[in-house]
Nanobody, 126 residues
């Protein structure tokens, strides 16, 4: 079993920054792809960004390109999401997820990820 624990959410003004962390433990392997998703009230969960530990490939949603950056620390089994130039529409619960399957293309659909964290709230005020 894999456990994912997110931290770093909070309230920030538009234009501000936050850094989210996701610490993995348990039967976690650095071959897993790690992703961030978010879900706003009344909306479906949506893909934000993901990283492949092996090779460091990344994939971003168009809505966050140039503003968000994903990175990972293999030694700590931790992935980070640096969020800059935040907008009110970025307000959501942010979830960390892990995909144990080896894939050629980094997955962007939630059902492709087997393990999920509990989520952390990010609120951006205007």
């Amino acid at each position: 079993q894999v456990q994912l624990v997110e931290s770093g959410g909070g309230l920030v003004q538009a234009g501000g920054s936050l850094r989210l962390s996701c610490a993995a433990s348990g039967r976690f392997f650095t071959s897993y792809d790690m992703g961030w998703f978010r879900q706003a009230p009344g909306k479906e969960r949506e893909f934000v960004v993901a990283i492949s530990w092996s090779g460091g490939r990344t994939r971003y949603a168009d809505s966050v390109k140039g503003r968000f950056t994903i990175s990972g620390d293999n030694a700590k089994n931790t992935v980070y999401l640096q969020m800059n130039s935040l907008k009110p529409e970025d307000t959501a619960v942010y979830y960390c997820a892990a995909d144990r399957d080896s894939r050629v293309v980094i997955p962007t659909r939630s059902y492709e990820y087997e393990y999920w964290g509990q989520g952390t709230q990010v609120t951006v005020s205007s």
